[in-house]
C-alpha cells in the first residue's frame, strides 16, 4: 500500500494496488474510490483530507508540501 498526502490541497490518496485503468467512483462530494476492471478497490482519493481523517495518526512526517509512503 502507498499512501501519498499532499498538505497544499490537503488531498490524501491511498493506493492499494498499481493499475494502469482505473473507475473512479464518487462516493462523496469529497472521497472518490478508484477500482480496476473487475470491480476491486485500487485506490481512494480524499479531499479535504483533515476534515474527515486525523492525519498525525496516519502520518509519521510533518512539515512536508508532499509525503509519499
Same mark, same amino acid.
Given at each position: 500500500?502507498?499512501?501519498? =498526502?499532499?498538505?497544499? =490541497? /490537503?488531498?490524501? =490518496?491511498?493506493? $492499494?494496488? /498499481?493499475?494502469?485503468?482505473?473507475?473512479?467512483?464518487?462516493?462523496? *462530494? /469529497?472521497?472518490?474510490? *478508484?477500482? !480496476?476492471?473487475?470491480?476491486?478497490?485500487?485506490?481512494?482519493?480524499?479531499?479535504?483530507?483533515?476534515?474527515?481523517? !486525523?492525519? /498525525?495518526?496516519?502520518?509519521?512526517?510533518?512539515?512536508?508540501?508532499?509525503?509519499? $509512503?
Amino acid at each position: 500500500m502507498r499512501i501519498t =498526502y499532499d498538505s497544499k =490541497y /490537503d488531498v490524501l =490518496y491511498l493506493q $492499494f494496488k /498499481d493499475t494502469k485503468e482505473v473507475i473512479c467512483k464518487n462516493l462523496t *462530494d /469529497d472521497i472518490t474510490i *478508484d477500482v !480496476d476492471e473487475r470491480g476491486k478497490i485500487t485506490g481512494i482519493e480524499i479531499l479535504s483530507a483533515s476534515k474527515h481523517i !486525523d492525519l /498525525d495518526k496516519l502520518l509519521p512526517i510533518k512539515g512536508k508540501e508532499k509525503v509519499v $509512503f
